[in-house]
Every structure is written in structure tokens, then in C-alpha cells.
């Protein structure tokens, strides 16, 4: 399962949304906050919500500016 990343290049607190969605009609949402100048790593498969295996997008949003990179695949 997909394992992304999310940076804050800003110089306070972000709040970023995550939206976890398949063809089967499956949504899971969530928000989190990244630290100024920070980053956090994100493994679906540690997610309980989130079906595995999971064959779908992972959208993410926020009010100001973010990186975001698939950065590994997690395999049984």
C-alpha cells in the first residue's frame, strides 16, 4: 500500500486534508497538521479505515501551500 509524504515549507502550522477514496465507493477523510518547515510520512496500510488491499486516490488539501510525494509502497 501507498506510503506518501507531506511538507510544510511555510513558517507556522498548516492543517492539510486528506481524502482516501476507490471505485467501490469506499470515502475516508481526515484532517492533520503539519509543523512549520515540517514533514510527516503517511503508510495506508497503517491506516484500520482504509481497506486493504486498496486500489484507489488519495487527495490532499489545504488553505496554503504543501508538498506532497508518494514515497514507498508498503508489500506484505
Given at each position: ?14 492543517e ?47 488553505d ?10 508498503d508489500?506484505?
Amino acid at each position: 500500500m501507498t506510503v506518501y509524504t507531506v511538507t510544510n515549507p511555510n513558517s507556522f502550522e498548516i492543517e492539510v486534508g486528506h481524502e482516501i477514496v476507490n471505485a467501490s465507493g469506499f470515502s475516508y477523510r481526515f484532517q492533520s497538521r503539519i509543523p512549520p518547515n515540517g514533514a510527516a510520512i503517511y503508510h495506508l496500510q497503517d491506516l484500520p479505515q482504509v481497506p486493504s488491499p486498496f486500489q484507489g486516490s488519495v487527495m490532499l488539501t489545504s488553505d496554503n501551500p504543501f508538498d506532497a510525494k508518494v514515497v514507498g509502497y508498503d508489500y506484505p
